[in-house]
């Protein structure tokens, strides 16, 4: 039985010409500024991005860290919303590493964060009794919200709302190249209301590793000497951003694949009964859907999906998501959606 794997895009393995760009990498030590693939890859970011410079990272949890670690100190707060990645699963690690207090204020279904909310949340910096604020992260696109894109107009309030309390904004754009096609606009687009982004290579783009925090140039630099603080530095690396060099060169165009793909898982599985879902809100590659009351849990929907070789992911006792990818057909949703009707079938709704 064929398997269809919608847990992640992170399950997404290296195209050939990654293989083949990894193998034929010219390589150096990316510790003293010397490798040159990594080099090549770090210029191509910031330009995609818009921004100054570029560093490169092991992982979307390090390019995170690495950016709040450079913009706040210990004891300062950072806003995101209480569904961010950053706060909800990376470890606590600008607390347990940096000393940043994080402030969440709720994330809307369209992974926003409402403006009146962030405006209240933000401290009086002359009463000693609150952390001071630094920092607004916000997540684009935003997994926890069903890969829902913020639009570059709502960016530019919040950089209108930061840039009022001296604050700086940073982006998770680990799938900004969704957002970006799903807008119709370029990634700097996306990215011109941001200091500091950080995005992944290896989700939707495919590479086997490897994310980029872009900047100022002032900012990168920071963020090198967190890098390396936290056990980032690596040495002959350009034998990994050789794939996402490849990444970024021929991945991107083909996200609006897997966002056709998603919206069609979407429309059936909205049809299912048991399954309560608005296909209009998927925007991108992530489908998140409830369990109607009487139906399933989604622990044995998705151990039953599995038993007819498709796999998701598991996110709340009665919620479900499926992520389309690089590798997933339109046959594969087919796989999926006749799966979800025979798991439905065998436990009515
Ligand atoms: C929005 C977002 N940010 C950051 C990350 C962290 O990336 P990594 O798994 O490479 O650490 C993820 C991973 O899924 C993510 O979805």
């Given amino acids: 039985m064929r398997i269809v794997d ?30 040159p693939t990594i080099n090549r890859l770090e210029a191509m970011a910031a330009e995609r991005l818009g921004k100054e410079a570029a ?14 670690l450079s913009h706040c100190a210990r004891g300062e707060e950072a806003i995101m919303g ?41 401290r009086d910096p002359n009463n000693p009794h609150y952390p001071p604020t630094r920092l607004i992260c916000l997540e684009n696109t935003h997994n926890r919200c069903s890969g829902a894109v913020l639009t570059p107009e709502y960016m530019a309030q919040v950089r209108a709302l930061a840039g009022r ?21 370029t990634a700097a687009e996306v990215a011109s209301d941001a200091d500091s982004i ?33 056990g980032g530095g690596m040495r002959q690396a350009g034998v990994l951003a050789a794939a996402g060099i490849v990444a970024l ?13 998603a919206r069609r898982l979407a429309d059936g599985l909205a049809s299912l009964p048991g399954i309560l879902l608005d296909p209009a809100r998927i925007q991108t590659n992530i489908v998140i859907w ?13 151990a039953a999906m599995a038993r007819h070789g ?22 594969d949703i087919e796989q999926a959606l006749t799966a979800a009707k025979a798991v439905l079938e065998e436990k009515p709704a």
């Fill in 6 to 35: 919608l847990r992640s895009d992170t399950v997404t393995l290296p195209t050939p010409a990654m293989r083949q760009a990894m193998f034929d990498a010219e390589l150096g030590d990316d510790v003293m500024g010397e490798d």
């Fill in 55 to 68: 560093v490169y990272v092991p992982s979307g949890t390090m390019a995170n860290l690495v950016c709040l």
């Fill in 82 to 122: 209480h569904m961010a990645h950053t706060f909800l699963f990376e470890a606590g690690g600008s607390a347990a590493a940096g000393g940043i207090h994080p402030r969440t204020v709720p994330n809307q279904p369209d992974g926003t964060l409402d403006l009146g909310d962030v405006e209240a949340a933000i």
């Fill in 165 to 185: 309390y001296g604050l700086k904004v940073h982006l998770d754009g680990a799938r900004i190249f969704n957002a970006a096609i799903a807008l119709g606009v």
């Fill in 198 to 230: 950080s995005f992944c290579l290896s989700k939707g783009l495919s590479a086997p590793v490897g994310s980029l925090v872009c900047g100022s140039a002032d900012f990168v630099r920071q963020a090198r000497r967190q890098r390396k603080l936290l």
């Fill in 249 to 261: 060169e021929t991945m991107v165009g083909r996200l609006a694949e897997d966002h056709a793909n």
């Fill in 290 to 302: 409830e369990m109607a009351p009487g139906a399933l849990e989604a622990a044995g929907f998705a």
């Fill in 310 to 331: 498709v796999k998701v992911g598991v996110v709340a006792p009665r919620r479900i998501r499926a992520v389309t990818h690089y590798g997933i057909g339109a046959d």
